[in-house]
């Protein structure tokens, strides 16, 4: 099927406990033709542009071997793979401000400020028996242990779990309780699981990086002065918030009292953006995919969920940009 419809595009243009860590061996089926691999990165609702990517491709007739996803990327991947993506993206289209909102069950006797259990019922009604190693393709989600650190791979066990596992993002959502393990948002250690996805079999991995245009990025200021200010900078900066945040607003009385102070909201998820970028770029200097989909999402709030058409907009542009060198790629590689 995957190679049929290469070869029609190509013809048509003239040419149970479930916890699995990073040193898990994993046997590799030698088969005639490459096995294609899809590593979906982490980023909050910037995430629901992975359905476009994975519609463009369908399209292609190009159909993943292996799916490894983080955060976001694992919901989406985990749906795909259970062949409900249709109702995924029933689902994301449907949202709300208000909807949104109503399906944070805040609480403030947890780890997180949101219990999660809304979601996961949402999640439970189309995939309540499906089970990870069951899917018709290898699939996994990347989850990170609290306290050691461990880079986590959930190759086996409920599927609904994994991907709870995967997004539980620290300070936000509840760590979930795995094998004996306390697991939270795999963004902290892989955002764009390249690694798994060639661990797992696959020869070939296009990757779906949702934070390749993020427009600021870190440096070094190597001599700073602690008493000075550039309050111009900082207005920018503190303009620019809302709109990387989405619905979380920041602390009232801060900004009275300290007009370009952020608020708590502001900073938590400021800390692991900063983080998942940082270690996103190492990641991916050190192990490279065969092929890159970044979406033009710079404009995206991290939270605005409700904007769904117009990041499926984003991931299928992005895709049908490097459809061309996807399709070439996979040319090169069929058995000769």
């Known amino acids: 099927m995957l190679w049929d419809g290469i070869a029609r595009r190509s013809a048509g243009s003239g ?3 479930g916890v699995t860590d990073i040193k898990a061996p994993v046997e590799r089926d030698h088969r005639a033709r490459p096995r294609i691999g899809l590593a979906l990165g982490g980023g909050a609702a910037r995430g629901w542009s992975h ?7 369908e399209d292609a007739g190009i159909v993943p071997d292996v799916i490894a996803g983080c955060s976001i990327g694992a919901v989406v991947g985990g749906c795909y793979a ?19 909102m109503g399906l944070l069950d805040f609480h403030f006797s947890g780890a997180g400020l949101i219990a999660g259990g809304r979601l996961q019922s949402l999640l439970d009604r189309d995939l309540t028996d499906k089970r990870v ?26 599927l609904v779990q994994a991907m709870r596992a995967s997004y539980a993002l620290p300070g936000v959502f509840d760590p979930v309780l795995i094998g004996g393990r306390w697991l939270m ?3 902290l250690v892989n955002p764009i699981p390249i690694t798994a996805a060639r661990a797992l079999g696959a020869d070939i991995v296009i990757c779906v990086n949702l934070n390749g245009e993020v427009r600021v990025r870190g440096t070094v200021i190597q001599s700073y ?7 111009k900078e900082i207005e920018e900066v503190i303009e620019a918030a809302p709109r990387r945040w989405g619905i979380f607003p920041g602390s009232r009385g801060e900004k009275q009292s300290k007009p370009n102070a952020p608020g708590m909201a502001t900073v938590m ?13 190492s990641r991916l200097a050190g192990d490279p995919p065969d092929i890159m989909v970044a979406p033009k999402l710079a404009k995206m709030g991290l939270f605005e969920f409700h904007r769904a058409q117009e990041c499926i907009t984003l991931g299928r542009q992005a895709t049908e940009r490097a459809l061309p060198d996807i399709l070439e790629l996979l040319q090169e590689s069929q058995p000769r």
Not at 83 to 100: H, I, N, P, Q, Y
Not at 136 to 153: N, R
Not at 270 to 278: E, G, K, M, Y
């Open 15 to 17: 040419g149970g406990g």
């Open 51 to 57: 359905i476009g990517v994975l519609r463009v491709l």
């Open 82 to 100: 259970a062949g409900k993506l249709d109702e995924l993206e029933a689902f994301a289209l449907s949202l709300t401000k208000r909807r949104v």
């Open 133 to 158: 190693e069951a899917l018709p393709m290898k699939f996994c989600t990347i989850a990170t242990e609290l306290v050691s650190g461990h880079e986590i791979w959930l190759t086996r066990g409920p």
């Open 185 to 187: 948002d795999g963004a």
């Open 225 to 231: 002065d602690a008493g000075s200010s550039d309050e």
């Open 269 to 281: 998820v400021d800390a692991f953006n900063i983080t998942q970028d940082r270690i996103a770029r």
